[in-house]
Antibody
Framework: QVQLVQSGAEVKKPGASVKVSCKAS????????ISWVRQAPGQGLEWMGW????????NSAQNFQGRVTITTNISTSTAYMELRSLTSDDTAVYYC?????????????WGQGTTVTVSS | QSALTQPASVSGSPGQSITISCTGT?????????VSWYQQYPGKAPKLIIY???YRPSGGSNRFSGSKSGNTASLTISGLQAEDEADYYC??????????FGGGTKLAVL
């Protein structure tokens, strides 16, 4: 069945980087895009950015520009999100989601989430 | 860019209908028909329930419906059930080619 499986929980120190993976199965990655959304403890959803594996279109939210990199490895059907210069404010659950190939909406399949804890 | 505006909480009794609003601007909700709604249970990933303002995903419940007027989108849940008690989020595509979410609405089924 169509699913996205994310990598496991991470604990990082302030100033470090984290790279979360998201493996797609049950569908062709190149027909869709992948968005990344995070949720801080007790807070709402926050869109971080996306990458279309169909045409290479990409964008990130202003809050993350210069600090986030989203990539995909087509051969392994895996998407990655790297976030740099971590602070305690980056402690959150990070989700990947399948989106339309041309516009980053219609998140119809979600990963299970990856908890990233930033603590000294 | 500020989040879309949703009421913090709404409530209703079983069998009733409720509506959750989602107010944006002419740079997002008002211009694009790329408004989606999500349902999220505690500790779980969000689930898409409405996309493109008023379309339901395949297999989705027809008790959920969406609409839009001007800069405000709305989600209506009819025939409220206990299992509908969850957090609901809206999102919209924006003029900056990004996505913005609402702050979320907690639905209580009394």
């Amino acid at each position: 069945q169509v699913q996205l499986v994310q990598s496991g929980a991470e604990v990082k120190k302030p100033g470090a980087s984290v790279k979360v993976s998201c493996k797609a199965s049950g569908y062709t990655l190149t027909n869709y895009g992948i968005s990344w959304v995070r949720q801080a403890p007790g807070q709402g959803l926050e869109w971080m950015g996306w990458l279309s594996s169909y045409n290479g279109n990409a964008n990130s939210a202003q809050n993350f520009q210069g600090r986030v990199t989203i990539t995909t490895n087509i051969s392994t059907s895996t998407a990655y999100m790297e976030l740099r210069s971590l602070t305690s404010d980056d402690t959150a659950v990070y989700y990947c989601a399948r989106v339309h190939r041309a516009v980053p909406n219609r998140e119809d399949v979600w990963g299970q989430g990856t908890t990233v804890t930033v603590s000294s | 860019q500020s989040a879309l505006t949703q009421p913090a909480s709404v409530s209703g009794s079983p069998g009733q209908s409720i509506t959750i609003s989602c107010t944006g601007t002419s740079s997002d909700v008002g211009t694009y028909n790329y408004v989606s709604w999500y349902q999220q249970y505690p500790g779980k990933a969000p689930k898409l329930i409405i996309y493109d303002v008023n379309y339901r995903p395949s297999g989705g419940s027809n008790r959920f419906s969406g609409s839009k007027s001007g800069n405000t989108a709305s989600l209506t849940i009819s025939g409220l059930q206990a299992e509908d008690e969850a957090d609901y989020y809206c999102s919209s595509y924006t003029a900056r080619s990004t996505v913005i979410f609402g702050g979320g609405t907690k639905l209580a089924v009394l």
